[in-house]
T-cell receptor
Framework: GNSVTQMEGPVTLSEEAFLTINCTYTATGYPSLFWYVQYPGEGLQLLLKATKADDKGSNKGFEATYRKETTSFHLEKGSVQVSDSAVYFCALTPGGSSASKIIFGSGTRLSIRP | SAVISQKPSRDICQRGTSLTIQCQVDSQVTMMFWYRQQPGQSLTLIATANQGSEATYESGFVIDKFPISRPNLTFSTLTVSNMSPEDSSIYLC???????????????FGSGTRLTVV
């Protein structure tokens, strides 16, 4: 079946530190991969996505590369800010041309200290 | 991508009452999805709503507790019925979005409804 596994939180870093949040997946075919962010008190926002192997999604200084050989889509940022404090969800939609359910990881809470 | 207006953004309700959450989309979409996010948890799909047919519920969710309407291609409602404190969660609607760079669908989410049952 299809599933997403991401590193457990909470993750606490100092401002300007390097961030990695690990995400691995299991899927049949060629899924699309996503990172969503949920800021305190808000709904989900799409942060970035990649639709095929070796694609790199990027937004707001965050990056993630679709690695088919390791079935991974790790989220990275070179220098985090306090405003990046949020919960981050890795997700996938299975491959194919028809609409299908999005499958979420458990979420990783990130806290950035000033 | 589609823009979703979800309301109310939050509410505090008495146990035993019902709350209806609305989602309005700025474009016509085939499928709409309703999720629940319990405190500190990930998202759980409640049901999928297609226009003109009964909603399809996931395991553990039933129509009597979470009736859904989908009167047209731009609007849906989810009702949380006979509420108890265990229903305190964030409820989110979501729609499929056609990604033009590939013939595959992605998702946009509403801003969520934070429900507290007392």
């Amino acid at each position: 079946g299809n599933s997403v596994t991401q590193m457990e939180g909470p993750v606490t870093l100092s401002e300007e530190a390097f961030l990695t949040i690990n995400c691995t997946y299991t899927a049949t075919g060629y899924p699309s991969l996503f990172w969503y962010v949920q800021y305190p008190g808000e709904g989900l926002q799409l942060l970035l996505k990649a639709t095929k192997a070796d694609d790199k999604g990027s937004n707001k200084g965050f990056e993630a590369t679709y690695r088919k050989e390791t079935t991974s889509f790790h989220l990275e940022k070179g220098s985090v800010q306090v405003s990046d404090s949020a919960v981050y969800f890795c997700a996938l939609t299975p491959g194919g041309s028809s609409a299908s359910k999005i499958i979420f990881g458990s979420g990783t809470r990130l806290s950035i200290r000033p | 991508s589609a823009v979703i207006s979800q309301k109310p953004s939050r509410d505090i309700c008495q146990r035993g009452t019902s709350l209806t959450i609305q989602c309005q989309v700025d474009s016509q979409v085939t499928m709409m999805f309703w999720y629940r996010q319990q405190p500190g948890q990930s998202l759980t799909l409640i049901a999928t709503a297609n226009q003109g047919s009964e909603a399809t519920y996931e395991s553990g969710f039933v129509i009597d507790k979470f009736p859904i309407s989908r009167p047209n291609l731009t609007f849906s409602t989810l009702t949380v019925s006979n509420m108890s404190p265990e229903d305190s969660s964030i409820y989110l609607c979501s729609v499929e979005d056609l990604q033009p760079e590939r013939a595959q669908y992605g998702y946009t989410f509403g801003s969520g409804t934070r429900l507290t049952v007392v």
